[in-house]
Antibody, heavy 121, light 107 residues
Framework: QVQVVESGGGVVQPGRSLRLSCTGS????????IHWVRQAPGKGLEWVAV???????HYGDFVKGRVSISRDTSENTAYLQMDSLKSEDTAMYYC???????????????WGQGTLVAVSS | EIVLTQSPATLSLSPGERATLSCRAS??????LVWYQQRPGQAPRLLMY???KRTTGIPARFSGSGSGTDFTLTISGLESEDFAVYYC?????????FGGGTKVEIK
């Protein structure tokens, strides 16, 4: 059974740091690119970052050096380190694994249910 | 960055009707466009990639078309579970960007 589970969210004060985790199971996690996408309350989707299966990283423009993505192949887990948090970072943070369904050759994505980050004093 | 504009913002239709959603890019994205569906309280799910290819498990009533800067998602014969918000995303260049979404609501 395919699962993607995010963790690490919570309430944090402005200026502090937080590390989110994303763990996958039921598929070959290390063959998949891992994205983070966020959604502020009542708003649309905003792409945050990606790390490819071979560890190439890309980030959204708004990140401005405050965010770092990484992965641990031995733990089937990816991480999103967020520093200098601001109130506008308050959002649901989703992790998704992007890859190929080998039998059909189609692209597939596996999404988690999200972890909520609230930045507030 | 590439800006995606979705229209209309809201589409009010009855079950069984055809829905046509538009996504326009500020510059060419080739065929590197995906469509997502998000139901209330749920994570988004991938519907289409490379503009017109359905991912696994997506019914044939969903179809995508377009290339360059103009794209369309068509739902032929709306079913109750199709009333949701739909987003397009370009995968042509970094950073990836989303459109603002189209809400398909029951008329």
């Amino acid at each position: 059974q395919v699962q993607v589970v995010e963790s690490g969210g919570g309430v944090v004060q402005p200026g502090r740091s937080l590390r989110l985790s994303c763990t996958g199971s039921g598929f070959t996690f290390n063959n998949f690119g891992i994205h983070w996408v966020r959604q502020a309350p009542g708003k649309g989707l905003e792409w945050v970052a990606v790390i490819s299966y071979d560890r190439v990283e890309h980030y959204g423009d708004f990140v401005k050096g405050r965010v770092s993505i990484s992965r641990d192949t031995s733990e089937n887990t990816a991480y999103l380190q967020m520093d200098s948090l601001k109130s506008e970072d308050t959002a649901m943070y989703y992790c998704l694994a992007e890859g190929e369904d080998r039998p059909t050759g189609r692209r597939v994505e596996y999404w988690g249910q999200g972890t909520l980050v609230a930045v507030s004093s | 960055e590439i800006v995606l504009t979705q229209s209309p913002a809201t589409l009010s239709l009855s079950p069984g009707e055809r829905a046509t959603l538009s996504c326009r890019a500020s510059q060419s994205v080739g065929q590197f466009l995906v469509w997502y569906q998000q139901r209330p309280g749920q994570a988004p799910r991938l519907l289409m990639y490379d503009a017109s290819k359905r991912t696994t498990g997506i019914p044939a009533r969903f179809s995508g078309s377009g290339s360059g800067t103009d794209f369309t998602l068509t739902i032929s014969g709306l079913e109750s579970e199709d009333f949701a918000v739909y987003y397009c995303q370009q995968r042509s260049s970094w950073p990836l960007t989303f459109g603002g979404g189209t809400k398909v609501e029951i008329k």
